[in-house]
């Protein structure tokens, strides 16, 4: 009875919709990508603008409710859902209004990389993202952000240019080298600690329509062979290469041969993102003639499809835990050590896979954002993914040990947007020398924790 009149005192100044447990839609609004995330809230307000979400932060702070904020909800550590209290849910608010003059992007926070992706591609530019269609702009940018286009222009936050944010006291704050600059140094890598987030802008990149992509397959059996020579490839590679190895199942579908489908596969995708970059003249013709793929491909493709080319990878609902480092270097013991312990690979949406960092992201001081993993040459993650529930304990503890043993490879460093629920001392690794910084800009901008839901950074 408390809780109907408590929401519609709410519902009365809200201009989206306000859902409670017995709304249709309540369901769906409230599960995120990762289906072991199971949280109730008791209201989920789906904002249709700033005006609803300082409505909300100041309700939430006011009535002593707790609190969470949904961009994508690709988060999966499922810190967007909050239990008994009221989640914010940005997904009405997707507009992305490009300036091909400036080659800026305003985006609502509310927007996925593909709505970016969509307005921008118009004008043959582009943000440096993350490599799924569906992963949420303001996660994901919060966090850092690492993608295709990475070692050429860097983070996703390392290309923000102003953030317009709600902090705790319901205030409306600009956020940027100019104004609220400890704000916006926080906002680049230090996640939803300080506000809801409700427009980014972005700094574009001349990029696509079209991108010369190359792409090999390898039998798992010579995955040794495949993640030395990935290695060594992107030893010194340009800047204008993107490559990804990845250890994963085949799905069924034409393009492999039907032989090969279900099999375990070393994938190395890899892109020339300069627009002159052809068949003939790209460095990612080394990629196409190494060892005995049973199938390569290199042509333009757009960007967009690109983007998109792996969502079907991580189906919604799925079950995943995730865990992943930052390595200094990938020398032979690594990858003995990361082949001997990965055994059967469980979970059918399972892959583990390095990225290539480097380039513009290591060119950026370690303390000039919150974002402080600078130093490292590749990223090893292992997103695990299944179905089954009775299979929990057994995918977890194969992620746990596969992660455990490139530890001794690791800069020590870990990316908070790839944390699990479970991160504990992790968390404040994931910020190294720039925790304690963070930790004073959280007393200044939210003592009392309101926002405290997100993988929390205290207050000092
Ligand atoms: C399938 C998949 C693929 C991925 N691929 C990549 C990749 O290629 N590169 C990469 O860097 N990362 C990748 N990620 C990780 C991704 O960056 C994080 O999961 C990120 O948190 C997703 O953002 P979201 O808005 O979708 O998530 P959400 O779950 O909605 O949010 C994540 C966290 O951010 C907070 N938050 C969301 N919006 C706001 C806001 N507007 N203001 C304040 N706080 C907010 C939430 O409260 C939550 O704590 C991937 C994740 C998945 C599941």
């Keep these: 009875m408390l809780e109907t009149s408590i929401?519609?005192?709410?519902?009365?100044?809200l201009r989206?919709?306000?859902?409670?447990?017995s709304d249709p839609g309540y369901d769906e609004a409230r599960l995120v990508e990762n289906g072991m995330i199971n949280r109730k809230?008791?209201?989920?307000?789906?904002?249709?603008?700033t005006a609803d979400v300082i409505t909300c932060v100041n309700f939430a702070r006011e009535n002593g409710l707790p609190l969470s904020v949904k961009g994508g909800g690709h988060g999966v550590a499922g810190k967007a859902i909050c239990d008994d209290g009221l989640v914010i849910d940005l997904a009405p608010m997707k507009g992305v209004l490009v300036d091909p003059e400036r080659k800026t992007a305003k985006v609502q926070a509310g927007a996925r990389l593909g709505d970016l992706d969509h307005e921008t591609q118009k004008f043959g530019l582009a943000v440096p993202a993350g490599m799924i269609s569906t992963t949420g702009v303001a996660g994901l940018t919060l966090g850092g952000g690492f993608g295709h286009l990475t070692r050429r222009f860097g983070l996703t936050s390392d290309n923000l240019l102003a953030?317009?944010?709600?902090?705790?006291d319901g205030s409306f704050l600009r956020a940027s080298e100019n104004s609220n600059p400890d704000l916006f140094w926080a906002l680049r890598g230090g996640g939803g600690n300080f506000g809801v987030v409700?427009?980014?802008?972005?700094?574009?990149h001349e990029v696509g329509p079209e991108i010369l992509v190359a792409q090999t397959v390898h039998l798992f059996d010579d995955a040794r062979e495949v993640i030395r020579f990935y290695r060594d490839f992107m030893d010194g590679a340009p800047k204008e290469l993107g490559c990804t190895c990845v250890v994963s199942y085949i799905s069924p579908e034409p393009a492999y041969p039907e032989a090969h489908h279900g099999k375990l596969v070393a994938k190395l995708v890899a892109l020339d993102s300069r627009r002159e970059a052809t068949e003939e003249n790209t460095p990612l013709r080394e990629l196409m003639s190494f060892g005995n793929p049973i199938l390569t491909d290199m042509s333009p493709i757009q960007y967009t499809t690109l983007q998109s080319a792996a969502d079907d990878a991580f189906p919604k609902g799925g079950r995943y835990y995730w865990k992943s480092q930052h390595l200094r270097s990938l020398p032979d013991e690594a990858?003995?050590?990361i082949l001997e312990n990965a055994g059967t690979v469980p979970g059918e949406y399972t892959n583990f896979h390095f990225e290539t960092m480097g380039g513009a992201v290591n060119e950026v001081d370690q303390s000039a954002t919150a974002f402080p993993h600078r130093d490292g040459a590749f990223t090893f993650s292992v997103p695990a993914g299944w179905a089954d529930p009775s299979r929990d304990e057994e995918v977890i503890r194969w992620a746990q040990r596969l992660h455990e043993a490139a530890e001794p490879f690791s800069t020590g460093g870990t990316y908070v947007n790839y944390l699990q629920g479970d991160a504990g001392d992790e968390f404040k690794q994931a910020y190294g020398a720039n925790f304690e910084p963070l930790r004073e800009i959280k007393q200044r901008y939210d003592p009392q924790g309101l926002f405290d839901a997100h993988q929390r950074i205290e207050a000092r």
């Design 335 to 337: 990858i003995d050590r």
């Design 16 to 21: 989206g919709n306000l859902l409670t447990p």
């Design 163 to 168: 953030a317009d944010v709600v902090t705790a």
């Design 41 to 49: 809230p008791s209201m989920i307000a789906q904002c249709s603008g």
């Design 198 to 204: 409700t427009t980014f802008e972005f700094q574009l």
């Design 7 to 13: 929401a519609e005192a709410l519902a009365g100044h």
